[in-house]
């Protein structure tokens, strides 16, 4: 069938004096060359072979997105090529997500933290704020101006501590009030700043033992010896590193 439209073709094109079997001869031997093979053809029947058709390999490797998500059990149910790497695509969408979200609290915090360190050091160069600290401090303190911690320490290293707490405890409270963690004000209580510093449970849980310590002191009249002095003296390292970490925001 194949030969005789080849066959055809050839008369066509051979010269009006050329024989129909020379026509049939050039058909065949042009379509059973040893180095032209033809899935199409079947030299046997001279018919048209059967060819199976099947999907290319990498059309299966192609996800098949849509709005509602992946397709987690297929339509079968089970689990494909498919399934697993919409999987992993969809994990690695969130785990960029998750990184994005870090990074962003990360830069805002920093910011802030930056702000409220400018903020606090051109308020401490104000001697209206200055002043207004003062005030707000315990007498004993006001009593005797300056550097709060190194009067603290001096009084430390004299065997003075029922003194030197309560320096100690005006030194953390002007600090935070120079990092705007707190408001220094003469009509508050110290359980009011420690609700001012709100979620910056690291500095609560640091503050708290020196603001008993110094009631107990101031209001009470009570003795405080050496160790319980010591035990607030010595997380001073950890308080001047929570103030330059923003207060460690829970």
Not at 50 to 64: A, H
Not at 66 to 71: A, S, T, Y
Not at 105 to 132: F, K, L, N, Q, W
Not at 188 to 202: A, F, I, P
Request: aromatic share 12%.
């Amino acid at each position: 069938m194949i030969a005789a439209y080849l066959c055809l073709s050839a008369a066509l094109l051979l010269p009006a004096q050329a024989a129909p079997e020379e026509a049939v001869v050039a058909g065949r031997k042009a379509v059973d060359r040893w180095w032209d093979d033809y899935p199409w053809y079947n030299d046997a029947a001279d018919d048209v072979r059967p060819i199976d058709v099947s999907e290319p390999w990498y059309t299966r490797l192609q996800w098949k997105w849509n709005w509602k998500g992946p397709n987690w059990g297929g339509a079968g149910g089970g689990w494909s090529g498919n399934t697993i790497l919409e999987w992993i695509a969809w994990i690695v969408i969130l785990l960029l997500l998750g990184v994005l979200i870090y990074v962003m609290i990360r830069v805002i915090r920093a910011r802030i933290r930056r702000h409220a360190t400018v903020a606090g050091e051109e308020e401490e160069a104000d001697p209206e704020a200055e002043h207004r600290r003062v005030e707000a401090l315990p007498l004993p303190a006001r009593q005797r101006p300056g550097d709060l911690l190194s009067t603290a320490r001096q009084l430390y290293q004299e065997g003075n501590y029922r003194e030197a707490i309560l320096y100690l405890f005006s030194h953390q409270l002007v600090e935070l009030d120079k990092r705007q963690f707190i408001h220094l004000d003469r009509g508050k209580t110290n359980r009011q700043y420690l609700r001012e510093l709100g979620r910056r449970v690291d500095l609560r849980r640091l503050l708290e033992p020196t603001m008993v310590a110094f009631e107990e002191v101031f209001f009470g009249n009570h003795g405080l010896d050496r160790g319980r002095f010591e035990a607030c003296w010595s997380r001073m390292g950890d308080f001047d590193r929570l103030l330059a970490e923003g207060g460690a925001e829970a």
